[in-house]
C-alpha cells in the first residue's frame, strides 16, 4: 500500500500580499542557512542564504531571517506571485569534522499563491 | 555556464537490479554530494564527496555507494533494489564543499523500483 508522506505544512496568500514562511533548525553549531524553492519536477532552487554572524540578509523581494537564540529562520516573501508558488525547504549546513559539510534540510512549506 | 547535469532524468528498474545514476558539477566545482528526496522522509543527505574522496556519509545501508572521478563527475550507485529506494535522487555541486560557499542542485533522477 502507500506510505504515509510528510504532511507538508501549506500557507496559502493572496497574490500581491507578504508571505513568510518559517522554519526551525537543530544544530547550535550551525554556521550557515540556505533557503531553497523547488517546484514540481525540479531540483532545489536557490533563493537566498544567510551566516550564522548575521541575523538578518535581503535580497531581490526576499528577506531572510535567523535567530539563534531560538533556532529559528524565516523567509519572507514581498509582494507574492503566482510563480512563487512552490515548496519552500530552508537547510542548515551542519560541520562534520573538519571542512566536510552536509545539509540537514527541514520538512519543507507548500506555499500556494492565489490569484 | 552549464548548470548541474544528472543523468538520466528516470528509471524504472525491478527489485533485486542494481543502478548507477550519474552527476556533472559545475565546472571548476570539486564538491559533489547527493540526496535521496521522498514524499515520507524528506531530503536525506548520502554522502559527499571532493577531490575523489568520500569526505561524508549519511545513514544508509551499504548498498549505497558512490565516486567521483578525477573531473569531478560524481556516480551513485544503489545495489540489490529494493521497493523502498524509490525516490528522486539530487546531486548538488559547489566550489568547495557547501559551508560558505553555497550549493547547485540538479533537476534529479527519478527512480522508479517495482
Not at chain 1, 508571505?19 to 524553492?37: E, G, H, Q, R, T
Not at chain 1, 523547488?38 to 544567510?50: A, L, N, T
Not at chain 1, 548575521?54 to 531571517?65: E, P, W
Amino acid at each position: 500500500g502507500e506510505s504515509v508522506g510528510l504532511h507538508l505544512p501549506t500557507l496559502s496568500v493572496q497574490e500581491g500580499d507578504n508571505s513568510i514562511i518559517n522554519c526551525a533548525y537543530s544544530n547550535s553549531a550551525s554556521d550557515y542557512f540556505i533557503w531553497y524553492k523547488q517546484e514540481s519536477g525540479k531540483g532545489p532552487q536557490f533563493i537566498i542564504d544567510i551566516r550564522s554572524n548575521m541575523d538578518k540578509r535581503q535580497g531581490q523581494r526576499v528577506t531572510v531571517l535567523l535567530n539563534k537564540t531560538v533556532k529559528h529562520l524565516s523567509l519572507q516573501i514581498a509582494a507574492t506571485q503566482p510563480g512563487d508558488s512552490a515548496v519552500y525547504f530552508c537547510a542548515e549546513n551542519m560541520k562534520s569534522g573538519g571542512a566536510t559539510n552536509k545539509l540537514i534540510f527541514g520538512t519543507g512549506t507548500l506555499l500556494a499563491v492565489q490569484p | 555556464k552549464a548548470g548541474v547535469t544528472q543523468t538520466p532524468r528516470y528509471l524504472i528498474k525491478t527489485r533485486g537490479q542494481q543502478v548507477t545514476l550519474s552527476c556533472s558539477p559545475i565546472s571548476g566545482h570539486r564538491s559533489v554530494s547527493w540526496y535521496q528526496q521522498t514524499p515520507g522522509q524528506g531530503l536525506q543527505f548520502l554522502f559527499e564527496y571532493f577531490s575523489e574522496t568520500q569526505r561524508n556519509k549519511g545513514n544508509f545501508p551499504g548498498r549505497f555507494s558512490g565516486r567521483q572521478f578525477s573531473n569531478s563527475r560524481s556516480e551513485m550507485n544503489v545495489s540489490t533494489l529494493e521497493l523502498g529506494d524509490s525516490a528522486l535522487y539530487l546531486c548538488a555541486s559547489s566550489s568547495y564543499g557547501g559551508g560558505n560557499y553555497g550549493y547547485t542542485f540538479g533537476s534529479g533522477t527519478r527512480l522508479t523500483v517495482v
